[in-house]
């Protein structure tokens, strides 16, 4: 993998499941690390459903491999929060980089 492609720094985020007073369960996203990875846009679109506009961002993120990254996690990168969208994929199995799937919640 070439570092030139790693120009984005982008915090990892792990969900902890906790109770509130009342028992509730309540997730809270914890820092799992920061890391430098490559954000590519892929696709942008807007939705009209029910008088009501929401707008989506599709993006792939590639990291150097990590072992312990899920598909329930999210990252950040400045004020931009990313949900992943799919598992993460390691292409050619070969522990060396990390693809996920992301679209940016807005």
């Known amino acids: 993998m070439r570092a ?29 690390g920061t890391v430098w990875a490559g954000v590519e846009p892929l696709v942008g679109r807007e939705l009209h459903a029910a008088r ?20 329930d996690w999210r990252l950040r990168r400045g004020a931009e929060t990313m949900e992943l969208v799919a598992p993460p994929i390691n292409p050619d199995m070969r522990n060396r980089e990390l ?6 919640l807005v």
């Open 52 to 71: 009501q506009e929401h707008s989506e961002i599709s993006v792939r993120v590639v990291m150097r491999y990590r072992a312990d990254v899920a598909a």
């Open 4 to 32: 030139g492609r790693l120009r984005h720094r982008v915090e990892l985020l792990r969900p902890q499941i906790t109770r509130d007073a009342l028992g509730a369960a309540v997730t809270e996203w914890v820092p799992a």
């Open 99 to 104: 693809q996920l799937m992301c679209r940016v």
